[in-house]
């Protein structure tokens, strides 16, 4: 994986200062308007920023795009958690958008204003990079979510590896077609008796083989207790089968904010080791 030196210094640096204590919280938040062409509306977004260190240079972060999860909104994670801190400690931007109350990040065929596979994956991002000091690369971008998001991050970058280089999923619904949680998805993808191969083709159980050599960072965690337990067993025995590298654990928790708001960090700590190896790969 080649990188510009100049990128490569900005990435070391940053990671660096993970290191350092900082005593206050001067991340900023913001809460903007991504259009979409696709779609034909308006969502609204939380941006998260971290506080820029005072050291003159054009100073340059990678991204976690964090998913919500079913019934949802772009809202939640800043309503449970406090992001700011989480951006300072860690030197990176924090974009929450929105993927509908159910639309299960993907393009559904049966409805015009449900494509959000294409509006994060493309619109999101362009967006971000457009108007963000970003580190405007796929190494630099990772995607994480929670049980609809968690399914979501993982189907996303197995469509789109030449945007995101890391994923991680939270008690992430990890088959569409798991009876326990089709929430919704008779509306975008029709019913299952009648397009069971349109629902195995936007699950992430059916979909990881698409990274096979990509040498892309994974990671999955789901609590002992949760319904989706069983699902993200399946894919990591998967992961196993493919050869393809990845993180998984188990913790003590079920299907709640308690046991998410915990498990962020966690993945927050992979994205910046992942980073760290990049621009260091020595």
Not at 5 to 11: A, D, Y
Request: one cysteine or more.
């Amino acid at each position: 994986m080649y990188m510009h030196i100049t990128k490569c210094f900005i990435s070391i640096t940053f990671l660096l200062s993970l290191f350092f204590f900082r005593p206050v919280s001067a991340a900023s938040i913001d809460t903007v308007i991504i259009s979409s062409k696709n779609m034909n509306k308006d969502l609204k977004a939380v941006i998260v920023k971290p506080d820029r260190p005072d050291t003159g240079a054009a100073l340059r972060y990678p991204v976690l795009y964090l998913l919500h999860g079913w019934s949802g909104s772009y809202r939640d994670w800043s309503k449970h958690i406090d992001l700011q801190p989480l951006a300072d400690k860690y030197q990176l931007i924090i974009v929450c958008p929105d993927g509908g109350y159910a639309g299960w990040y993907l393009d559904s065929p049966l409805k015009k204003d449900s494509q959000y596979e294409t509006y994060i994956a493309r619109e999101v991002v362009i967006y971000i990079d457009d108007n963000y000091p970003t580190l405007a690369d796929p190494v630099h971008r990772a995607i994480c979510g929670l049980s609809m998001g968690g399914h979501g991050a993982i189907s996303l970058i197995c469509k789109y590896p030449q945007v995101f280089g890391a994923a991680g999923s939270m008690s992430g619904v990890m088959t569409l077609d798991d009876p326990n949680r089709r929430a919704g998805l008779h509306e975008v993808l029709g019913s299952f008796e009648n397009n069971q191969i349109l629902w195995e083709m936007n699950s992430s159980l059916y979909l990881v083989y698409k990274l096979r050599n990509k040498n892309k960072a994974l990671l999955f965690d789901c609590g002992s207790g949760d319904f989706c337990l069983n699902g993200n067993r399946k894919i990591h025995h998967k992961l196993l089968d493919l050869g393809i590298a990845h993180e998984y654990y188990e913790r003590p928790g079920g299907h709640k904010w308690e046991y998410w708001t915990n498990a962020l960090e966690y993945h927050l700590l992979f994205f910046s080791k992942y980073w760290l190896s990049t621009a260091n790969p020595n």
